[in-house]
């Protein structure tokens, strides 16, 4: 990675752990060219307003981490119900406490500035489509496996697994404790197994 890459790298990073404390419109640019230790104009260089690195964000942050947190972990299970419930698990096992009442960072930025900005809207829409995709392609694994009853709709499945993974990190934002992901995990868990065979 290139000099140029690793700014724009930064201001991204810089940027996310702002707007996830703050809000996106309770972050300015100099705080964001502050916090990544750079210049205003070095920020501009890169991006030419700060709704453009809100949608970088999206596209790169944010979906490299929905990536990561709950699709590719599901490569290491022959059953892939069994990966799904158990990375919901550790996902919200290992939630750091200080990130509790902060909830989901897309649903907080989609929410905040869809509203305000459509192309924010566009962008989240997007990104959950390929999340209830990605997870609608290991469902029909398991369809094929036998794992699921036949007559499954693996969409209308993979629909309800991403928004419930959503509303896990909306309910424990609005009740600020951690309690509640383990109630939500057993409702859940039961949920998804009772689509199995």
Known sequence: MG???ETRKLII????????QNGFQGVGVREIALSANLTIGAFFYHFPTKNHVGYAIIDEFLSKGILDRWILP????????????HTYKKTFDEWPDEFVSRGCPLNNLGQEMSSIDPEFQKKAKELLSNWIQSTKTYLEIALKKKILKPKTDTLKLAEFIVTFQEATFAMGKVMNDRKVYESLYL???DHLQSHCR
Not at 74 to 85: A, C, T
């Open 3 to 5: 000099k140029q890459e």
């Open 187 to 189: 409702s859940f868990r």
């Open 74 to 85: 599901l490569e290491q299970y022959e059953n892939p119900v069994e990966g799904i419930i």
């Open 13 to 20: 990073e810089s940027a996310f752990a702002l707007i996830y």
